[in-house]
């Protein structure tokens, strides 16, 4: 038997991250709750010290096999990577996508990095109700490229 949730009930089971033998949602507090599947125990773990940012959406994602946020706000996407599962103190904010370079996805309610490469380029998805696009983004070099696929109806990839 698993302990009580230490503050709360995921915001969905289908968002849990699994990193680290465990899996990791956010609750509806908006606090990170873990499960360690081979202790069957839950924490809690801090999100990173944003300083002054203050973000309207924080998702859970991960890259590079690390637990990592995407904290959304009204000029930037911040990326931050846990380097070290269950250190709070290993925290790092690898970029902020500024959205004056996103051009059409800027408009789009749900960007996400599905993967982070080892130069520092992301591909981001783009998500509305009824359909996905994908683009690159180059952190270095703050450039963005959307692929050739566009404009994917959804209906087409959930069927």
Known sequence: MIQDFPSGIPLGLSSGRFVSGTVNWMDYNMDIVSLDLNNETYQEIMQPDYGLGIY??????????????????NTYLDVWLMDEYGNTESWTKLFGIPRSCMGDLESSPNITPLYLSEDDQVLLESRSKRQFELAIYNSRDSTLK??????????????
């Open 56 to 73: 309207s959406e924080v998702t859970l994602v991960v890259l590079r096999d690390c637990l990592s946020i995407v904290a959304e706000s």
């Open 146 to 159: 959307t692929t050739e696929i566009q404009k994917i109806n959804c209906s087409m990839v959930h069927d």
